[in-house]
């Protein structure tokens, strides 16, 4: 552990405080073993984070040094080292009060330094805590706790005449009864004290146990939403997320109310000897038995109060919090995911796009924005309902559209989404006429986050003097364009890819949700002379500051030459140039190695490389496809090793690639507007809009997502949604069950499924009675076009979805696995 223990002779600094380098120790050795990696690479991305350096930054420029750790790895490091951290400075805490009340021995000392996690080391320190007084501190200040200790030692003992001894009127134990009453209260809150039997008994309760829900009385109409569970229960450990962070709003909002017992079932009798099994071990625990002794009875009374009253309750607590803190890591993973799926979406490029937000009675705000996303006109239409100025509407568009040379049409897919559709189609229709050479394509995109943005003071910064309810036509037309320099200037938790994500610890969502932006925009690289602040801000070493201070430069100096050229920044150092430079492109710049991912501090080494090909660094910006004939192992030195050597190489040959997809496009079925023009059988094409745990949302042009369940995602066992589709994918699917008063849409990307609506419910049964994921089916997977696998398609035409009935059969399956699944977003 950390030393001897020698409360005589050793000082409270040296019992305390062990060396700072053997706790390091103990921290990298735990993340290697959780990670599966050496501890020598652990310790050095240790030492790399704490010197300041970004995870993205050592991710691609320091691979060597921590032996290829990739970002995902990384990330986890980090977040296992804030963790340790905050549980070691915990520990100290605990050790030097309880050493301040010289309660500290050897054996104590070694069950806190092993104690691994929180709540471990918790139930160490629970009876030291300095609390209010207890039922049982006034009993051992009347002396009472020796009647105890002489009843646990000698059970044979009548109680009632032990503690006839323990009587006085000055103590505040005028009674034999008060005295047996004073020595229970000491023996529940011992048993309660119990850091091994707690512990022990939290594990049994965890897995063997079960979380119950019932509706409030006169709460049914209200919780309407929470109807899934009005009567539900399933053991703790088995709960996924969504339907833990369900459950808590459910008894948060005061429909529901939520109770931990200690067996999975609701048969009494088995219930009973559940709960007679957890008082038993109790007993154990305090070496009491039922033998027919005079004190046995009391005692074991005493041993089920134990439980009952103290040891229940508190674990009852202590699942929920475990509960909740799992499903939320669930919750924070999945919208991490979703979030890098929505940041790395593909780009339709730079292209002169329209932008429209829709609008009814406030009209619709337009906003033409060219290549480079400079706003070049704006105006509002009142093609709907109340104005219905329809024609003027598709002349000021036309107009617009012709002396801009537009490409693209983004349509906000908020209210009046699907009417703007439509106006948006006759554009193309007129355009494709007047002017067959223009080609126009027209899209529907997410406008979640829109007005955060338009009422920020960024947004004020960058279309001052405008509207604001034309800038959301702004953001609309120019996350077209490029989704990842538009996304990062809205506060993530406002893009609407989250599971619950207002009941999530706000710093903990943040944290995670900050680090995928990062990622994703270093991932992919920022033109320095064409960044917003928002966009530089996120660039390793960078931040709002100097973000700011770049583009001050830029307006006053004009465009970047040279990347060198960063270091004439105000407050942009050698520290923070190391960090961002290899992050930040320069297009026809002075420097060619600029427009690449190569690092400055390897110009040297590409230059050789190139030369060894016969190239010079100027031929770059198409690509030298001679690099592929390197040996990188001839190039390995005492600064450069084999993993950057393979980078440099690789970007040698396409500079500056862009991780992102290409492009492509969904088309919505003609005349499916609304919830209710959905029919069982259709199949449709659509826009993955969120992925949770239980499954993922379908855009298909109704205003109201469907829901694939997980279930419903492949014929294969799928334990990771993400695994089969992601965020902005286009897929196609077969509408199962519609339910227009509950607003929810079941749907399948198993085209094949076959379904038919029950007599007289309107409701879908699904063939083959599946059960639950397919796990162990031994079917292959038919995953239907443009919906499975770990990357998006290739750009090709959009189909043209068609509305089919499929053939009747008899199924209940998915319906039953919808409602099963929770509240969905």
């Given at each position: 552990m950390w030393g001897r223990i020698d409360p005589v002779t050793d000082s409270a600094a040296?019992?305390?405080?062990?060396?700072?380098?053997?706790?390091?120790?103990?921290?990298?050795?735990?993340?290697?073993?959780?990670?599966?990696?050496?501890?020598?690479?652990?310790?050095?991305?240790?030492?790399?984070?704490?010197?300041?350096?970004?995870?993205?930054?050592?991710?691609?420029?320091?691979?060597?040094?921590?032996?290829?750790?990739?970002?995902?790895?990384?990330?986890?490091?980090?977040?296992?080292?804030?963790?340790?951290?905050?549980?070691?400075?915990?520990?100290?805490?605990?050790?030097?009060?309880?050493?301040g009340l010289g309660k500290l021995t050897a054996v104590l000392r070694s069950a806190i330094d092993a104690a691994a996690t929180k709540s471990e080391l918790e139930d160490l320190y629970l009876p030291y805590k300095s609390t209010r007084k207890t039922k049982a501190d006034a009993a051992r200040e009347a002396g009472l706790e020796p009647l105890l200790d002489v009843l646990l030692a000698n059970?044979?003992?009548?109680?009632?005449?032990?503690?006839?001894?323990?009587?006085?009127?000055?103590?505040?134990?005028?009674?034999p009864d008060d005295a047996l009453a004073g020595a229970r209260a000491i023996l529940i809150e011992r048993a309660g004290q119990d850091a091994a039997l707690v512990g022990e008994l939290r594990e049994r309760l965890w897995k063997t146990g079960r979380l119950g829900s019932k509706v409030k009385t006169g709460k049914t109409a209200e919780g309407e939403k929470f109807k899934d569970y009005f009567d539900f229960s399933q053991p703790p450990h088995t709960l996924p997320s969504h339907r833990v962070l369900a459950l808590l709003r459910g008894e948060k909002e005061g429909v529901l109310t939520l109770d931990l017992a200690e067996a999975n079932t609701r048969d009494a009798d088995a219930h009973a000897q559940?709960?007679?099994?957890?008082?038993?071990?109790?007993?154990?625990?305090?070496?009491?038995?039922?033998?027919?002794?005079?004190?046995?009875?009391?005692?074991?009374?005493?041993?089920?109060?134990?439980?009952?009253t103290r040891i229940l309750t508190r674990l009852s607590v202590d699942l929920r919090v475990r509960m909740f803190q799992r499903a939320e890591e669930e919750s924070v993973r999945v919208f991490a995911a979703n979030l890098r799926d929505v940041l790395l979406a593909a780009p339709a490029g730079n292209k002169a796009t329209l932008g429209l937000d829709p609008g009814l009675r406030t009209g619709t705000k337009v906003a033409v924005?060219?290549?480079?996303?400079?706003?070049?006109?704006?105006?509002?239409?009142?093609?709907?309902?109340?104005?219905?100025?329809?024609?003027?509407?598709?002349?000021?568009?036309?107009?617009?559209?012709?002396?801009?040379?537009?490409?693209?049409?983004?349509?906000?897919?908020?209210?009046?989404?699907?009417?703007?559709?439509?106006?948006?189609?006759?554009?193309?229709?007129?355009?494709?006429?007047?002017?067959?050479?223009?080609?126009?394509?027209?899209?529907?995109?997410?406008?979640?986050?829109?007005?955060v943005y338009s009422a920020s003071a960024l947004a004020s910064a960058e279309l001052p003097g405008m509207d604001v309810s034309l800038r959301g036509a702004v953001s609309i037309a120019r996350r077209l364009q490029d989704p990842l320099a538009e996304l990062v200037k809205i506060d993530p938790q406002s893009i609407g890819v989250?599971?619950?994500?207002?009941?999530?610890?706000?710093?903990?969502?943040?944290?995670?949700?900050?680090?995928?932006?990062?990622?994703?925009?270093?991932?992919?690289?920022?033109?320095?002379?064409?960044?917003?602040?928002?966009?530089?801000?996120?660039?390793?070493?960078?931040?709002?500051?100097?973000?700011?201070?770049?583009?001050?430069?830029?307006?006053?100096?004009?465009?970047?030459?040279?990347?060198?050229?960063?270091?004439?920044?105000?407050?942009?150092?050698?520290?923070?140039f190391e960090q961002c430079a290899g992050f930040l492109r320069i297009t026809g710049g002075s420097e060619p190695l600029d427009a690449s991912s190569v690092h400055p501090e390897a110009y040297g080494l590409a230059r050789k490389i190139l030369t060894s090909v016969g190239a010079q660094a100027a031929e770059i910006s198409g690509g030298v496809g001679a690099a592929a004939s390197v040996n990188p192992g001839e190039f390995v030195d005492g600064s450069f090793g084999l993993p950057t050597v393979k980078d440099i190489v690789a970007e040698l040959q396409k500079p500056g690639r862009d991780p992102r997809p290409r492009f492509e496009t969904a088309t919505f079925a003609e005349g499916i507007e609304k919830i209710t023009d959905l029919r069982p059988g259709m199949i449709l094409e659509g826009v993955v809009s969120n992925v949770a745990a239980f499954g993922a949302f379908v855009?298909?042009?109704?205003?109201?997502?469907?829901?694939?369940?997980?279930?419903?995602?492949?014929?294969?066992?799928?334990?990771?949604?993400?695994?089969?589709?992601?965020?902005?994918?286009?897929?196609?699917?077969?509408?199962?069950?519609?339910?227009?008063?509950?607003?929810?849409?079941?749907?399948?990307?198993?085209?094949?499924?076959?379904?038919?609506?029950?007599?007289?419910?309107?409701?879908?049964?699904?063939?083959g009675e599946r059960k639950g994921n397919d796990a162990g089916s031994g079917k292959s997977a038919r995953t239907p076009p443009r919906a499975g696998g770990q990357s998006r398609p290739s750009a090709q035409p959009a189909r043209q979805p068609r509305a089919a009935t499929a053939p009747p059969s008899a199924n209940t399956a998915m319906a039953e696995a919808l409602r099963r699944a929770g509240l969905g977003k």
């Open positions: 040296a019992l305390i405080r062990p060396d700072a380098a053997t706790i390091e120790t103990r921290i990298a050795t735990a993340i290697a073993a959780e990670l599966g990696v050496r501890v020598a690479q652990v310790r050095a991305a240790i030492g790399l984070l704490d010197d300041g350096a970004s995870v993205p930054f050592i991710a691609r420029y320091r691979k060597e040094a921590t032996g290829t750790l990739d970002d995902t790895a990384l990330r986890d490091l980090e977040e296992r080292l804030r963790y340790l951290r905050e549980l070691q400075a915990r520990r100290l805490a605990v050790l030097e009060t309880i050493h059970p044979a003992l009548t109680p009632g005449v032990a503690a006839d001894a323990y009587v006085s009127a000055a103590k505040g134990v005028p009674s559940a709960r007679a099994a957890y008082e038993n071990a109790v007993a154990h625990s305090l070496g009491i038995s039922e033998s027919g002794r005079a004190a046995d009875t009391w005692l074991m009374t005493s041993a089920r109060l134990a439980w009952r924005v060219d290549g480079t996303g400079k706003v070049v006109a704006t105006d509002t239409i009142y093609p709907h309902a109340p104005a219905k100025r329809w024609n003027e509407a598709l002349a000021t568009l036309h107009a617009l559209a012709l002396k801009h040379q537009v490409e693209l049409v983004a349509i906000g897919n908020g209210t009046a989404s699907r009417e703007t559709d439509k106006l948006a189609a006759e554009l193309l229709a007129e355009l494709k006429h007047s002017n067959p050479k223009m080609k126009v394509t027209k899209l529907v995109v997410s406008e979640a986050g829109a007005s989250g599971q619950y994500q207002h009941d999530l610890t706000p710093a903990k969502l943040e944290r995670s949700l900050d680090a995928v932006v990062e990622d994703c925009v270093n991932a992919v690289g920022v033109d320095l002379n064409m960044a917003s602040p928002a966009l530089l801000s996120r660039v390793a070493g960078v931040g709002p500051l100097l973000s700011e201070n770049i583009v001050a430069h830029r307006n006053q100096h004009g465009p970047f030459s040279k990347r060198r050229d960063l270091l004439k920044v105000a407050r942009l150092g050698p520290k923070a855009d298909i042009g109704v205003h109201q997502d469907g829901l694939v369940h997980v279930s419903a995602l492949s014929n294969s066992f799928v334990s990771d949604p993400h695994a089969v589709v992601k965020s902005g994918q286009v897929v196609r699917v077969l509408v199962l069950e519609v339910e227009p008063e509950r607003k929810r849409i079941s749907l399948t990307l198993r085209l094949d499924d076959q379904v038919t609506s029950a007599p007289g419910t309107g409701r879908t049964r699904e063939a």
